[in-house]
């Protein structure tokens, strides 16, 4: 019996078939079904626009209808993260972005932050509108809630830092969490002010959740200045989990009076300094080119030689610019561990060479 989602099996058998890789060849189908539909593709995961708010001066929700694709390749839990890729002025641009809501099949919903001077988020803030086409690809990250839930949960969030733990905040309200006995969810989060507070209005509208407002550039919240001990009595003593997301200074904080708090910073890590260059050779061998090392990480020292490796986040998150090494020693510039298996892929963005590097780029 032929039914309505039989279609699109159906529909995938004959685009992946021998005969049409023939006759869409050597640019592919997805080159040609995008132009009826941009979402349209076998092998791309992308997202249309489907709505847009501006609640905050400074920030932009999209709300994201994902193909096909990118649902086949998993399910992002609450608190993980994705790449979104947008074309500016001519250029593919990747960054990495924590939804805002619970875990949905198609539906995603991001709320991006704009920073002072930021490429992309300045771009989405201006000119995002509902048909857009992007591109989205599933990342994961391991900031999210335990198989086993805690019965009571203090999240601490800061500017655009709500987005990953309101994902987990409305996964628990979904799931009746407080309805248990001895349950209990307590929310903290902190703006620079109550017009750049996001989710007020759904923050206030959730039952059996304690939210609390801090206002750090003026303007009268539930808290005065910065996250210490009278803050934490306020919210939630002694809580059974802690989950903060924010500025290195937010989370730091956090972590002072709950030294278990799972954390999470969207501000890019301290790297080590540059290792000293080493004066070997870094070998990018897809382009034929040979540098001399200066010490600084490969993906600088790839554009200096005038390559233009795809990258993202530039702090080891979102994944974009891993390359595979296909020899040579090198040092991770957050961690300061030193590899030298070969065949290994490395994020060259917080990575450098150690004496004579081979790169597949």
Same mark, same amino acid.
């Given at each position: 019996?032929?039914?309505?989602?039989?279609?699109?099996? =159906?529909?995938?058998?004959?685009?992946?078939?021998?005969?049409?890789?023939?006759?869409?060849?050597?640019?592919?189908?997805?080159?040609?079904?995008?132009?009826?539909?941009?979402?349209?593709?076998?092998?791309?995961?992308?997202?249309?626009?489907?709505?847009?708010?501006?609640?905050?001066?400074?920030?932009?929700?999209? +709300?994201?209808?994902?193909?096909?694709?990118?649902?086949?390749?998993?399910?992002?839990?609450?608190?993980?993260?994705?790449? =979104?890729?947008?074309?500016?002025?001519?250029?593919?641009?990747?960054?990495?972005?924590?939804?805002?809501?619970?875990?949905?099949?198609?539906? /995603?919903?991001?709320?991006?932050?704009?920073?002072?001077?930021?490429?992309?988020?300045?771009?989405?803030?201006?000119?995002?509108?509902?048909?857009?086409?992007?591109?989205?690809?599933?990342?994961?990250?391991?900031?999210?809630?335990?198989?086993?839930?805690?019965? @009571?949960?203090?999240?601490?969030?800061?500017?655009?830092?709500?987005?990953?733990?309101?994902?987990?905040?409305?996964?628990?309200?979904?799931?009746?969490?407080?309805?248990?006995?001895?349950?209990? /969810?307590?929310?903290?989060?902190?703006?620079?002010?109550?017009?750049?507070?996001?989710?007020?209005?759904? =923050?206030?509208?959730?039952?059996?959740?304690?939210?609390?407002?801090?206002?750090?550039?003026?303007?009268?919240?539930? =808290?005065?200045? @910065?996250?210490?001990?009278?803050?934490?009595?306020?919210?939630?003593?002694?809580?059974?989990?802690?989950?903060?997301?924010?500025?290195?200074?937010?989370?730091?904080?956090?972590?002072?009076?709950?030294?278990?708090?799972?954390?999470?910073?969207?501000?890019?890590?301290?790297?080590?300094?540059?290792?000293?260059?080493?004066?070997? +050779?870094?070998?990018?061998?897809?382009?034929?080119?040979? /540098?001399?090392?200066?010490?600084?990480?490969?993906?600088?020292?790839?554009?200096?030689?005038?390559?233009?490796?795809?990258?993202?986040?530039?702090?080891?998150?979102?994944?974009?610019?891993?390359?595979?090494?296909?020899?040579?020693?090198?040092?991770?510039?957050?961690?300061?561990?030193?590899?030298?298996?070969?065949?290994?892929?490395?994020? /060259?963005?917080?990575?450098?060479?150690?004496?004579?590097?081979?790169?597949?780029?």
């Amino acid at each position: 019996m032929f039914t309505e989602t039989s279609k699109p099996r =159906l529909r995938d058998r004959v685009l992946r078939s021998a005969l049409v890789s023939v006759l869409t060849g050597p640019h592919g189908v997805d080159r040609y079904t995008e132009l009826v539909e941009p979402t349209w593709t076998l092998g791309d995961a992308r997202a249309k626009i489907v709505a847009v708010r501006r609640d905050t001066p400074r920030s932009v929700t999209l +709300t994201l209808e994902s193909n096909a694709v990118f649902t086949q390749r998993g399910t992002l839990a609450a608190g993980q993260h994705v790449n =979104l890729t947008v074309e500016v002025d001519g250029r593919r641009r990747t960054r990495c972005y924590s939804p805002a809501n619970a875990e949905n099949d198609r539906l /995603i919903e991001l709320t991006v932050g704009v920073h002072d001077g930021g490429l992309v988020s300045g771009h989405l803030h201006r000119n995002a509108r509902p048909g857009m086409v992007v591109g989205l690809e599933a990342v994961g990250g391991d900031f999210v809630l335990p198989a086993e839930r805690p019965k @009571r949960i203090l999240f601490v969030s800061g500017g655009s830092g709500i987005t990953p733990v309101l994902a987990m905040l409305r996964t628990l309200v979904a799931e009746r969490h407080t309805d248990q006995d001895g349950a209990e /969810i307590a929310f903290i989060h902190y703006a620079r002010t109550p017009a750049d507070a996001c989710y007020a209005d759904q =923050l206030a509208a959730m039952t059996g959740v304690r939210v609390l407002h801090g206002f750090t550039r003026g303007g009268s919240g539930d =808290l005065v200045g @910065r996250f210490d001990a009278d803050h934490l009595a306020l919210a939630m003593p002694n809580p059974d989990s802690v989950f903060v997301c924010g500025p290195p200074a937010l989370v730091e904080a956090v972590r002072r009076h709950c030294p278990d708090a799972r954390s999470e910073s969207f501000v890019p890590p301290v790297f080590a300094a540059p290792t000293a260059a080493s004066g070997g +050779t870094v070998t990018f061998a897809q382009s034929g080119v040979e /540098i001399t090392d200066d010490g600084r990480s490969l993906l600088e020292q790839a554009e200096a030689a005038g390559l233009t490796p795809e990258s993202g986040c530039r702090m080891g998150i979102c994944h974009t610019c891993t390359r595979r090494k296909t020899s040579g020693a090198v040092k991770n510039l957050i961690t300061g561990a030193v590899s030298t298996s070969d065949g290994e892929d490395v994020q /060259i963005c917080v990575t450098a060479p150690v004496g004579d590097v081979a790169l597949a780029l």
